[in-house]
């Protein structure tokens, strides 16, 4: 049963167009969210998160949406970048929890020039 | 910053063979987590520790061990090694006021 999904396991954009990245989750207890980026032959690293009890949350061109009656959060990425491109996983977690974090199977981006 | 270090980054091993993956974290955090991650499957927990001696089995912890000697320390043990245990392996830390996660590099891990 896959609690944290990302339905498109691949998407292109162009350099300098919007990149949104998609992810659903079928848990309502969760209350905060996390994106990760990957590149090949490296561990993923931390790039934004949001609290259940807000609706957006920005970091330079990172933005992140939360809908929690649809249960979904999105990623924008605005302007895209070639470095961008990468392997983006959605996750979720029960604050306070251990920790214990939920991965979708990831979306991998690829920015063209 | 938070710094998490695996012992190997590619590793090649036999069917059978009994396989040690380290990882050493240098914030004092209590929490460490092993994961695999397999393409169309994303990341998924093996095992979680939250104190020294301390585990917890993650999804799918089949297969597999672990030992927490030291608080810094966290070690994934294949028993004997099989092919579908061919993957990327993981080593996470927690920062646990803000729930984030930090990885390690991955061991790239091969059983022929």
């Known amino acids: 049963d896959q609690q944290v999904k990302q339905n498109s396991p691949s998407l292109s954009v162009q350099e300098g167009r919007i990149s949104i990245l998609n992810c659903d989750y079928t848990?309502?207890?969760?209350?905060?969210f996390l994106w990760y980026k990957k590149y090949p032959a490296e561990g993923p690293t931390f790039l934004i998160s949001?609290?259940?009890?807000?609706d957006k949350n920005e970091d330079g061109r990172f933005t992140v949406f939360l809908n929690k009656s649809a249960k979904h959060l999105s990623l924008h990425i605005v302007p895209s970048q070639p470095g961008d491109s990468a392997v983006y996983f959605c996750?979720?977690?029960?604050?306070?929890?251990?920790?214990?974090?939920?991965f979708g199977q990831g979306t991998t981006l690829q920015v063209k020039p | 910053d938070v710094k998490v270090t695996q012992s190997s980054r590619y590793l090649v091993k036999r069917t059978g063979e009994k396989v040690f993956l380290e990882c050493v974290q240098d914030?004092?955090?209590?929490?460490m987590f092993w994961y695999r991650q397999d393409p169309g499957l994303g990341l998924r927990l093996i095992y979680f520790?939250?104190?020294?001696?301390?585990?917890e089995k993650g999804d799918i912890p089949e297969g597999y061990s672990v030992s927490r000697e030291k608080k810094e320390r966290f070690s994934l043990i294949l028993e004997s090694a099989s092919t579908n245990q061919t993957s990327m392996y993981l080593c996470?830390?927690?920062?646990?006021?803000?729930?984030?996660?930090?990885f390690g590099p991955g061991t790239r891990l091969t059983v022929l």
């Open positions: 914030m004092d955090h209590e929490n």
């Open positions: 949001i609290s259940s009890i807000k």
């Open positions: 996470a830390t927690i920062d646990t006021p803000s729930d984030t996660q930090y």
């Open positions: 520790s939250y104190d020294v001696k301390m585990k």
């Open positions: 996750a979720a977690t029960l604050s306070g929890n251990t920790g214990k974090l939920i």
């Open positions: 848990n309502s207890m969760f209350d905060y």
